[in-house]
């Protein structure tokens, strides 16, 4: 293929198994099941070569991490809702497109490695969204890890190489963030009836990012991250990410058309399945204030 | 009634998949040189020391295996199949063949849930035991001739704030060393944990190249320094006391309350540990202590 490849939108998709393995025990996760639905038959009349899954649930320390093993099979249980059952999976992995963001990330500076092993333990968040999203491997996909320590500077540039990656393949890849809004779980067992987002605070935070997506404006939602993690988010690793990396394969600006497909409570934490398609009008000039890098230049050593 | 049941000895067992990488066991796919040996040598030390020890199992408390609702315990039998390191998959990739005994994780369960404490049992026969237990267990018993109790770390750390995980960690332990005295069973407790936490980012070519390998900083080591310290006092107590310190200042893996369960449920002893040695895995700070519960 001799043109240049794209992104002809990006994904915003959770990724808890309650959606999967028991929608129909809460109204608000049989939700986000047929939302899933509705967007995999939408996608389906559409013209995409393949998936690339950024997964919040998928922490790495040694630089960042790209699946490249062709046919990863396995039965996966979630460390928490074991309960559930199992979810055996085969997925489709494009090794070459793995390959190649690897070798755009290490030209940006990046330390970063395609993992290629049987019996590799894909995240709950992947596993879930592409049963949902995927489920007869009709595309092709590569899922990149999430560095716990990285923060913007570097998941922007790791962002750059997807983007380069995707150019070079000549195909249309959607890039794809598996992503909580609010990661807040409850902290002891509900009747699925009971569920509910775990505080009202997560519950605006969460409005105000569909708010802003709703309207496109992507930059404006990734330049909020630090914010947003501060506010709403269970401080797990460095800093909410997702959204940097979106936004660095999308493009950073707020040139979306934003759908909000559907947005409810799982265990206590947001979910909500989002596309955002560039569009020829911004949703709002807004002064983008933050640099825009192009090589990573190094750890900084601020966080000790 | 049988007789009353003990824990003989408590040991803060690090879990770097490193060690076993460097061990070269046959479960393990990937084949090392060397490396670690101040750590592998320590584990030796310990496995020496068990060695004139009779215990029926291993309870291990471990950071990879993490929940948010309350604790959790390994439910099934039988556990066999292939554990691959999300982190380091070239170094881990471990066949594992494991036994549990459910009986007394349910006492355990039991007398946590009787105490308030939120509990579960882990049912699911598919389940993938994390490599944070697999790794301690090898390290300190190679050969799996003994059963397991595996349980789960709480998210409380992140949640709230370590005071809150630890105040859970300290009912957890005394749930435990009650359930493992009325079982009559004889139990060596693993806390699965590193002590300063920062990694490097960046792997050499050759993992197992010990010039690459040191602390990630000055300020880590000068408190894992503190913290052996205390141990080799018997100042236990005062390391509760600077858990959170501790904890945050050295981003240390305590943060997933192991080592506070292990010093409660050994009734935060007064009596000097034995360090049987200390080193650093990829930046990370990890020593292998034990505790000898007094006749
Ligand atoms: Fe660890």
Redesign the interface.
């Known amino acids: 293929m001799s043109s240049t490849g794209k992104s002809p939108f990006g994904l915003v998709l959770p990724g808890l198994p309650q959606i999967l393995l028991c929608p129909e025990k809460n109204p608000g996760w049989e939700k986000l099941f047929l939302a899933f639905q509705q967007l995999r038959s939408e996608m389906e009349t559409q013209s995409i070569d393949g998936l690339i899954l950024y997964s919040t649930y998928w922490p790495s320390v040694i630089g960042h991490q790209i699946q490249s093993y062709p046919e990863p099979q396995w039965t996966h249980v979630d460390d928490e809702f074991h309960d559930l059952g199992s979810i055996p999976y085969h997925f489709r992995v494009d090794s070459d497109l793995a390959q190649t963001i690897n070798e755009q990330a290490k030209a940006r500076g990046l330390h970063s490695r395609t993992v290629s092993y049987k019996g590799f333990p894909i995240d709950t968040g992947c596993v879930v969204a592409l049963k949902l999203l995927n489920p007869d491997n009709r595309w092709p996909v590569v899922i990149v890890s999430s560095n716990v320590y990285a923060d913007r500077a570097e998941t922007i540039v790791f962002g750059k190489a997807a983007k380069g990656a995707i150019e070079s393949s000549g195909k249309n890849i959607v890039p794809i963030i598996i992503t909580s809004l609010s990661n807040r779980l409850h902290t002891h067992w509900i009747r699925p009836e009971e569920d509910h987002i775990h505080s009202l605070k997560d519950q605006e935070w969460n409005q105000k990012i569909l708010e802003f997506l709703s309207a496109g404006r992507l930059e404006d939602v990734s330049q909020l991250s630090r914010q947003f993690h501060r506010e709403a988010r269970v401080p797990k690793v460095a800093n909410f990410k997702p959204f940097w990396w979106l936004a660095s394969v999308l493009g950073q600006n707020n040139f979306y058309t934003g759908r909000i497909y559907e947005y409810q409570p799982v265990f206590g934490s947001g979910a909500a399945i989002i596309s955002l398609t560039p569009s020829d009008r911004a949703a709002r000039d807004l002064e983008f204030d933050e640099n825009d890098p192009e090589k990573f230049l190094g750890e900084r050593q601020v966080i000790s | 009634m049988p007789n009353k049941g003990k824990i003989v000895a408590g040991v803060l067992a690090p879990h770097p998949p490193h060690l076993v990488y460097a061990e070269n066991p046959p479960q393990n796919e990937p084949r090392a040189e060397c490396g670690w040996e101040n750590l592998r040598w320590a584990y030796e030390r310990l496995r020496k020391s068990l060695s004139h020890l009779d215990y029926d199992v291993l309870v291990v408390h471990s950071p990879h ?6 604790t ?1 315990f390994l439910g099934v039998e039988k556990f066999s199949s ?1 554990s ?1 390191d ?5 170094l881990f ?1 471990y066949h594992y063949d494991l036994a549990v005994d459910v009986s007394l994780a349910q006492q355990i369960h039991d007398q946590a849930e009787k105490e308030g404490l ?1 509990v ?1 049992m ?3 026969p ?3 035991i ?1 490599y944070g237990t697999i790794i301690s267990c090898h390290m300190t018993n190679p050969t799996w001739d003994k059963p397991i109790v595996g349980i ?1 770390s709480n ?2 750390a ?2 709230f704030n370590m005071e809150v995980l630890q105040a859970e960690m300290l009912r957890l332990g005394e749930a435990t060393r009650k359930a493992i005295e009325d079982s009559g069973k004889k139990a060596v407790l693993l806390a699965s944990n590193s002590l300063s936490h ?6 050499g070519e050759v993992p197992e190249d010990m010039s690459r390998e040191h602390i990630s ?1 000055h ?2 080591y000068l408190w894992d320094m503190k913290i052996i310290d205390l141990m080799k006092k018997g100042k236990t107590e005062e390391i509760l006391s600077i858990m959170s310190d501790f904890t945050e ?1 050295a ?1 240390a893996e305590t943060d997933g309350g192991s080592l506070s369960w292990l010093l409660s449920a050994l009734k935060i002893p007064k009596y000097p540990a034995e360090i049987h040695g200390y080193g650093s895995v ?1 930046g990370t700070g990890n020593a292998v202590v034990e505790w000898r519960t007094p006749l």
């Not at chain 2, 295996?65 to 309350?70: H, I, N, S």
């Not at chain 2, 920062?198 to 792997?203: D, K, L, Q």
């Open positions: 295996w993490r929940t948010q609702v309350g959790h292939l691959v999300p982190v380091f998959p070239n990739r939120t579960k882990m049912k699911n598919h389940f993938r994390d789960s998210g409380a992140r949640y920062r990694h490097f980012t960046v792997e900083n300020n880590q200042t981003t990829i």
